[in-house]
Every structure is written in structure tokens, then in C-alpha cells.
């Protein structure tokens, strides 16, 4: 069964990695778009998805690139209308919010899969099969790069519920879940500009049983992005960098590859449709509020674009 | 099958609340108790769980009444000595942890039950019969109270983590997950005194459907609580007054009787034990971590004792 895609939101993300996924993917065929200011040559355009499901049966599968503040009636209109959805990361603003999709999707018998596309990344899996024979003692975090090159002019991320810094760093909390069960936050500090409501920086104390991982997210960064995860085994340590992008072990190469990850969540999209299943991790975004639930706020200095 | 309760904590509400419900509930005995500075004439007692858990063959289930910042290696050791596990609300520091230790329960086949008090209170079986057929359209919330009263000298309440007045607030929102099904946080405000980390009060906007539910939860209360939900709907008005333990429709009586939370979260205890299942909802505590999550904080005037 092909996956008809109508693709919601047409920034950046939907440009950049959706467009090119889709047209990579077997399987897989953008069938419509919906954007207030945006169209497609050749690609039925509407300017929101209720105009969309209104009009497009053909199309059997959402995909939402909009921001997650609004993405929860566009969410349940696509499952009411017995569409399959898949989610961008953060699959929505708030946990209830997702777990009510999770379960009209369940009561409905539709697809919904809640993507964390770091997770894709080329040397994730290498990653993960090298740590599987080892006992794994530390892992270190950072996660820091320049708000001002990422989120230009982008005022959101610094009201409630924009996240800040973790926008990025639920990036590494996603890696991390992925690759060590368990994972448990002890605590957080989070560094929070004058006069503004999210964090611009955060320090987490977390583990996973006997193993201790600290994570920095950090959005002062000045020059090249650090994204990178540190493991510490008692045979040998792995270095994922460049976001999960390549992995070396004590300095020598073990695995890199160019950039497939949107690619392979559509694959997986179409395999989880073709199955009749879904997948919704919320671990990521659990361990994001669970920062904010008990982190202690300290006020830094005030932030200007 | 009898359950043998091991209770870990012998604070206020154990001494209030857990013992004198044991004892009125058939099929639940005291077989131990674990407390670092209490002890009871007739029960064995022991300074810590670890000590009890290696003692105790006869016990088979384990009760927690310790503040939930401590509450996870206590909970983890129990399940791991393959008690069973009941839980005081809320069920841990942070949602992650609750999540582990039903994948821990579950895994190992044993019975935990994350409970939730207020939901026992006597006029809320009543209050769910009454709503069951009716068209609801609003509720409101009040929750208020005087911290110096409830809380007097405990500095953790204003820590992060502590949860400040969502410790009572969780309690409305207990009941009020129990009563109407898929309710979502649209908006909070957070009003924590200067120079602590908790809020004294908050107001929270939250929605099920079309139903508009608001909710104000204030620990600067004075005189006599106000633990108060109204439901409004086409076919007249319901209020749940004095924590569940009254009902009223339009001013008239529909229900109230003589507090017995504590001995029905016993009972059920003991059935979900007989019967080989668990009940671990997290609603009320997602909430609590959705407005964190994304609520706008407000600095208010400091609080002193």
C-alpha cells in the first residue's frame, strides 16, 4: 500500500529535509501540501489542513512540520478524518497532548508515529551495537550551538513552553534514550536570561542504573556547533559527534555516512502503515519535563539577538 | 491471598491515614514497619526498607508514605525483593521514574498501584453517576489553602521539585482526570514568590473537547479551605465541595458521607493483588508537569514563614 503524504507546514524543516525524504522513498509520494503562504508546482496546495482533508481523499497519511504550540488540533483533525500522522520532534507541547493522539489513533485503528529523526543519524546504530557488549560506567553530553545562527530572529523559543536550549538538546535526549534504558533525570539546573521565560543553557544530572550521565545544553556557543555524546565503557570509549553523524572509538574511526535520517523515517512511516502499528517514544520529552518539573531556574544575564 | 503490608514511613499521614485503614480493611494486615525515628508497640520494626525487605520474608507488599524526592530507591528495592508496591500521591519525584518502576512491575509480574486519595473522597462516585448524562461545558476549580496551616516549617515544599501549591493542587486534578476523560493543559501562570522556586499559586486554563475548565490553585488562603470543583452543564450544576467529601446539584444535597479514602485505596490494593494487576495512571501528574512544562512564570512577593 502506497503512503500518500500530505505535507502540513512549509518552512524550513519541510524544505530543507521532508521534501527531498519523500522523493527518496519508495513507497512514499507527496500527494498535497497545506501552507498559509507557501505553494508547490505541480502538488494540489491548500491554505490549511482542513482545507486539505476537505478535499484531498486520496491523501491517507499526514505529516506535520508546523510548530508543536498549534499542532494538536491539526493532529487530531487528520486522525478524526481517519488519516494515518506522523510527527515532527517535539510530537506536540505538552505530554497530555500527545498521549490523547496516541489513543484516538489506538480507537481508530490509524498509524501514528511521533519521530525523533536524531535517532536516524548515520552512525547511531554502529553506535548502538558496539556499546551492546560492554558495561557502560559515563556518559557526558554537550549539546552547544549559537541560538543566533539556529533561531534568528525567532522570539517563540523564549516564551513558555518554546523549550529554549532543550529544542536542540532534546535532540541528545533522544540519542541517548534510544541507546541506554532507563534513563532517569536527578537533577537540573537550568539558566534562564533576565527577563525572558525559557532557558538559554541548562546543566542535567541524570542515570541509567549504576551509570552517571551529565548532559550541558548550551546556546551561547560561539563558532562550530558541539554535539556530541561521550560513552565511557569498561572497554574502551565510543564518541558519537556532529549530532550522531560519526562515531570514533578512542580517537579512531568506527562508522560515518551522509546525512539519510528524514529518509529513513518515511521508510519507517510506510513499514509501521503497511503493519498496522505505531510508535510513540515519549522518553525524550518526559525527561524535558521532568527538568522543568524539579530544575532549580537561576536567573542569568539578559539576552539580545 | 492475604497482604502482609510492610509500611515504609511513619510520618503524618502514615499515622493519620495508612495505619488506622489497615486496620479496617479485611484481608490487609500490618506485618512491618520501617521508620528511621518512629517505632509501633507489636510490629516489627526496622530503621530502613533494605532492613525490612532482608528481614521480612512474611511481607509481600510494601506501602510507601516517604515525601517522593527519596521515593525511587525504596520503590526499585521493593519490586526487586518482589513485593508488591502501593505508592502516596504523587507516585514519584518525576514521571520518568514512575514509568520505570511499572516497567519494573510489570516485568517481574508484581501488582503496583500508584494511588490517588481524593478520588476515594465519598461524593465522587456520585459526582461521575450524575455527570455519566449530562452534556458538561465548563468547570472551574478552586483549591485553596493555607500553606502556614498545611505545611508549617517545611522548607522542601518551596525547593524545585517540591512542587509548591500543586502539592494540594494535584489532588483537584486527580478528581478531576477521574470525572472527564482526555483533559489538556492550554495555558498556565505560575506566581512563585521572590526568592524561592515553587509556586504559591497558579492558574491554570485547560480544556476537554469544547469543555472550557479553569482552575485556581492558591496557598495564601486564609481562614478556611476552599477545596472546591463546580461542573456546569445543560441539565444544571454540580459542585464537589470540601475535597470530594460533599456534592450539592443547584444548592441541594446529592451526596456526602464519612471519609473512607484511605480504606478503599486498601481494599483495592488487595484486589488488584488477588487479581494480578496494576493501575499506574499519571494524568494528574503529566498536567502538573505540563504546566511547568510550558506555564509562564510570574515573580510575586516573597513568602515568609
Avoid at 520529552?285 to 518539573?293: K, N, Q, W
Wanted: net charge negative; with cysteine; glycine share 8%.
Amino acid at each position: 500500500m502506497s503512503v500518500r503524504i500530505g505535507l502540513v507546514g512549509l518552512g524550513t524543516i519541510a524544505r530543507a529535509q521532508h521534501l527531498p525524504a519523500i522523493a527518496d522513498t519508495d513507497g512514499v509520494t507527496l500527494a498535497a501540501i497545506a501552507s498559509r503562504n507557501a505553494a508547490l508546482d505541480n502538488v494540489p496546495c491548500h491554505r490549511d489542513i482542513v482545507a486539505l482533508l476537505a478535499a484531498e481523499d486520496a491523501v491517507n497519511a499526514i505529516s506535520l512540520c508546523t510548530p508543536p504550540q498549534g499542532r494538536f488540533d491539526q493532529a487530531m483533525a487528520a486522525l478524526r478524518a481517519g488519516r494515518h500522522l506522523m510527527l515532527e520532534k517535539p510530537p506536540g507541547a505538552t505530554l497530555s497532548e500527545v498521549h490523547a493522539l496516541a489513543d484516538e489513533a489506538a480507537r481508530r485503528g490509524l498509524t501514528i508515529f511521533a519521530t525523533w529523526h536524531s535517532r536516524e543519524a548515520a552512525a547511531v546504530q554502529a553506535a548502538r551495537d558496539w556499546l551492546a557488549t560492554r558495561n557502560l560506567e559515563k556518559v557526558r553530553i554537550d549539546w552547544c550551538e549559537d541560538v543566533r545562527k539556529w533561531h534568528p530572529g525567532q522570539d517563540w523559543v523564549w516564551r513558555a513552553g518554546g523549550l529554549g536550549v532543550f529544542d536542540p538538546g532534546i535532540n541528545a535526549l533522544s540519542i541517548l534514550t534510544a541507546l541506554v534504558p532507563g534513563v532517569l533525570l536527578t537533577g537540573a539546573d537550568l539558566h534562564i536570561p533576565q527577563g525572558r521565560e525559557t532557558p538559554i543553557a541548562a546543566d542535567l544530572g541524570l542515570r541509567a542504573g549504576d551509570t552517571v550521565i551529565d548532559a550541558h545544553f548550551d546556546w551561547r556557543q560561539q563558532g562550530d556547533e558541539l554535539w556530541r555524546i561521550r560513552f565511557d565503557t569498561d572497554d574502551g570509549s565510543l564518541t558519537l559527534d556532529q549530532g550522531g553523524a560519526v562515531a570514533t572509538v578512542d580517537g579512531q574511526p568506527l562508522a560515518q555516512g551522509e546525512n539519510r535520517e528524514y529518509a529513513r523515517l518515511y521508510a519507517r512511516f510506510r513499514d509501521l502503515v503497511a503493519a498496522g502499528e505505531s510508535e510513540v517514544d515519549l522518553a525524550p520529552l518526559r525527561l524535558v519535563s521532568d527538568a522543568f518539573l524539579t530544575g532549580t531556574p537561576h536567573v542569568t544575564e539578559p539576552f539580545t539577538e
